[in-house]
């Protein structure tokens, strides 16, 4: 990439110099090179930034996650220290997707009408009704799915 790099600009810098019409060649250069460069480098910066605002967005959304999961799930659900009134949750998001996850905490009767039974591990009780809002069960849905991926963000005594 350093020498292709190299090399255009030792032949735009000789053409510029060896052409009379050197005005002329500067205009079509910038319309064709330097322009595009410049749109090129704004889009980078742009797509870095966005990337940033996504990655600390998703850290404090499952942060968040993390005390809501703590005041409303843990009487019930573990993560990684073994089955209590509901099965252990740690790698749930490895059966089910997030939108799945929220739902249920949502609206749990839908849930169990879409997978056709109720509770759908006859060994638990049915999940009762937690009628969170779709915040905050979005928030435990990421905090679960980042437990799954290993980002960290593990429960207090959960390998």
């Known amino acids: 990439m350093t020498i292709a790099l190299w090399i255009l600009v030792v032949t735009v810098l000789s053409l510029i110099f060896l052409t009379r019409r050197w005005r002329r060649f500067a205009r079509v250069m910038r319309l064709v090179t330097l322009y595009p460069l410049l749109f090129l480098l704004c889009f980078v910066i742009v797509a870095r930034w966005q990337l940033h605002s996504t990655v600390s967005s998703d850290a404090a959304t499952a942060q968040h996650g993390k005390k809501l999961f703590e005041n409303n799930c843990q009487g019930c659900h573990s993560l990684g220290q073994g089955r209590r009134i509901g099965p252990d949750l740690k790698y749930v998001a490895d059966r089910y997707d997030g939108d ?60």
């Open 100 to 159: 799945v996850l929220s739902l249920w905490m949502m609206n749990s009767d839908a849930v169990y009408q879409e997978f056709g039974r109720r509770p759908l591990t006859q060994s638990y009780p049915p999940m009762p009704k937690l009628d969170l809002e779709k915040k905050d069960a979005n928030a435990i849905s990421a905090y679960l799915m980042s437990i799954s991926a290993g980002d960290g963000l593990e429960a207090d005594g959960a390998e």
